[in-house]
């Protein structure tokens, strides 16, 4: 069975997230006709974050609106993701003037223009005059397809994870034995069903694998059967990078520790760098064999109950494949912030501050915008207030409203 909404909405925002959730919180304080499409329920993200502690605080995690409705006064604390859920982005979804335009557990799948097909109408305004139809499920299997004149993609990366092989393939065994492979943080050291593992292998020289091995060092100190290897692919030493005037505390004290790790702070905690995981073998019953490989071909392989993946995440672009987006060969984000985060170095730190220009978040495609962490591609230096701009920018293109500012 299938459902067409017959009303076109000014705007359909996917994903009620951190930044879909403010987008909403947006249109409705610009007196918009929208509709927020969530696949699963509103933050389910920071849900999975659970007890881990974000490290940014929360002043740069909410807006002027946010504040406003939400009565949250404390700039300076640090929350963990499910307590910024229930404290903060609950209390926005269930606004009256939000809860009635969310639809929980509805997945998108394919985003078109009616009566246009992708490669008709380049560069010709008349694109423009045919709404958008957005295309999905809900958890029963029902079809539907909701209209709208402009579209924000704030689904974010989190639900498509790298893989952990050579040049960024899956690693031989690596789809086979993915029960036991965790490319998410939901799942902790010590937590079940991972509370028997005593031999983790750690991939990634990123903020997540830190977390990790934080984890673990604190698991060795009760157990003196857990051990672990930390893989990066980088052979830099330290394995993360380390910034001296680091405004954000807590981030610097993480890096600081998991450097320390690599450094030999911990004898059971072992880092090796300049290796790639080339395949995982074993039944899903028994201990793994994890072998790596170097630049120049030479292998070793490491026993392991638990491997975490902490390799990043990357766009899930195939939503909006009927749509003209021009994206970074390197990043498969949208070329226009893509070319932007390179040149003012935002790239390579989440606190780089970049000028954000009225147009640096428009597409080929007229009044299609993505934004968020997704807008990052596979770049994952993104902060929640960068989100922020983001909207304060973009919906100055939806309204027609150059001067337009809520965040004031």
């Not at 987006?325 to 932007?340: D, F, Q, T």
Request: charged share 25%; hydrophobic share 35%; proline share 7%.
């Amino acid at each position: 069975m299938t459902h067409l909404s017959p009303d076109v909405h000014d705007l359909i925002v996917i994903g009620a997230g951190p930044i879909g959730l403010e987008a909403a919180l947006y249109a409705a304080d610009s007196d918009l006709d929208f509709v927020v499409l969530e696949k699963d329920e509103p933050g389910a993200t920071l849900q999975a974050w659970g007890r881990l502690l974000m490290f940014s605080p929360m002043g740069m995690n909410t807006t002027p609106l946010g504040r406003q409705v939400t009565g949250w006064s404390d700039p300076d604390a640090l929350l963990t993701g499910r307590e910024m859920k229930r404290q903060y982005f609950d209390k926005i979804a269930s606004l009256d003037s939000i809860a009635p335009r969310l639809i929980s557990n509805f997945t998108v799948q394919r985003i078109g223009r009616r009566n246009v097909l992708k490669g008709s109408l380049i560069g010709d305004p008349r694109r423009a005059e045919q709404p958008f139809l957005v295309m999905g499920t809900n958890q029963t299997g029902r079809e539907s397809i909701y209209r709208a004149r402009s579209v924000i993609d704030a689904s974010g990366v989190y639900a498509n994870p790298n893989r952990l092989g050579p040049g960024g393939l899956p690693a031989l065994g690596e789809h086979a034995l993915a029960d036991r492979i965790s490319y998410h943080l939901d799942i902790l050291p010590g937590d079940p069903p991972v509370s028997q593992a005593k031999r983790y292998v750690v991939v990634g020289s990123g903020h997540s694998a830190c977390t990790v091995l934080a984890h673990i060092d604190r698991l060795t100190e009760s157990d003196e059967a857990v051990e672990a290897l930390w893989v990066t692919a980088n052979a830099d030493t330290p394995p993360v990078a380390d910034l001296d005037d680091d405004p954000l505390p807590e981030r610097k004290r993480m890096v600081r520790a998991a450097n320390a790790l690599a450094e030999g702070s911990n004898p059971r905690i072992h880092h090796v760098g300049g290796r790639w995981v080339e395949a995982i073998e074993g039944d899903p019953d028994r201990t793994m064999t994890v072998t790596l490989t170097n630049d120049t071909g030479g292998r070793e392989q490491y026993p392991a109950d638990h491997i975490y993946a902490m390799v990043g995440y990357r766009p899930d672009r195939t939503m909006y494949e009927e749509l003209q987006v021009h994206e970074c060969y390197a990043s498969s984000g949208p070329m226009k912030l893509s070319a932007a985060l390179l040149s003012s170095g935002a790239s390579s730190d989440c606190m780089a501050e970049m000028d954000v220009a009225d147009d640096l978040f428009n597409n080929p495609e007229p009044d299609f915008y993505i934004l968020g962490a997704k807008s990052y591609g596979r770049t994952t230096n993104f902060l929640i207030r960068k989100g922020h701009d983001q909207i304060r920018t973009v919906f100055k293109q939806i309204t027609g409203d150059p001067s337009l500012d809520r965040y004031v």
